[in-house]
């Protein structure tokens, strides 16, 4: 209230003194209007617009606070939930070591506990990778990508996975050129595709699309797996959700904010226990992709 009385009171002292110039300078007749608009209404007025920029700004910074309370709260949730995901394998590789350091093992056995542990060790590997992509703000580096080329490299690093699962794997890709770094670019659908294949626990089809339309390049991933409900949809690619039970949902999260990035929209059409279809849709550009000798030479 200081500031309100403040303004009060130095806005009516400049009226009074300014009347009180005008009339011994100039012989200023003061009627009773003059006392009421220019004297007595402009400290009110200007109280007035004084508590609106205060509350305003208080508005302001209790806006930021939240903010601010928001993001520490996200990366307290993140700092926990990534240090429970690695600690598992860590622990389970520990483990493992311990018992093969006994010496007693068959040989058999010994080669499958160095699998698991290194099966245990790739997995925080991803997490770390994942969580270190969504940390990390847009890439400088951005070229024209041929988006049939590098989504063939991606099914291709895929394949083994999907035939581990049962899964047939079927492509129909245009070439199409949109503007990104390629890294990014394929990290972003191979987290996409990992998704769908683990939604396919029993096996199933697996349909990836490329076509250019219009001005747009639209990539639509399809699956015939167990599907999700209206609110899985909703809070797809949310920090921290995921419907897997040992997920984190930082794949999802990392593939959204690449694909916001490069100034796509995504959008999906899912029904329990009879799959989910993915469609990305990204900017398209004339701009020419750098060929093998150009990209080896760069």
């Not at 009171?9 to 009180?20: P, Y």
């Amino acid at each position: 209230f200081g500031k309100l009385f403040m303004s009060l009171w130095l806005t009516f002292l400049l009226a009074v003194l300014t009347t009180f110039v005008a009339v011994i300078v100039a012989d200023f007749p003061v009627t009773k209007p003059y006392i009421v608009y220019f004297i007595m209404m402009p400290p009110f007025v200007m109280m007035f617009a004084v508590y609106l920029m205060e509350t305003l700004h208080e508005a302001q910074l209790a806006r930021a606070e939240l903010m601010k309370m928001e993001k520490m709260q996200i990366v307290s949730q993140m700092a926990a939930s990534i240090s429970h995901e690695i600690r598992n394998p860590l622990t389970v590789v520990k483990g493992f070591i311990q018992l093969l350091q006994t010496g007693r093992l068959p040989r058999e056995t010994e080669e499958r506990y160095i699998r698991i542990a290194l099966e245990e060790l790739e997995r925080a590997e991803a997490i770390i990778r994942d969580y270190l992509t969504f940390a990390k703000p847009a890439p400088k580096e951005t070229e024209p990508i041929d988006v049939a080329t590098q989504l063939q490299k991606v099914l291709q690093m895929i394949t083994p996975m999907a035939h581990m699962h049962s899964i047939h794997v079927s492509s129909s890709l245009e070439h199409g050129v949109v503007i990104g770094n390629v890294q990014y670019f394929q990290q972003c659908f191979l987290n996409l595709l990992k998704n769908s294949i683990e939604a396919m626990p029993n096996g199933g089809t697996l349909h990836v699309a490329a076509e250019n339309r219009g001005a747009s390049v639209v990539i639509t991933i399809s699956d015939n797996g167990v599907g999700m409900t209206k609110e899985q949809v909703r809070r797809f690619g949310e920090p921290y959700f995921s419907t897997k039970e040992k997920g984190t949902g930082l794949g999802a999260m990392v593939a959204v904010k690449i694909i916001e990035q490069m100034g796509g929209t995504w959008t999906i059409e899912s029904a329990v226990q009879k799959g989910t279809t993915l469609t990305i849709t990204l900017p398209a550009s004339r701009l020419r992709p750098p060929t093998a000798e150009q990209s080896a030479a760069g």
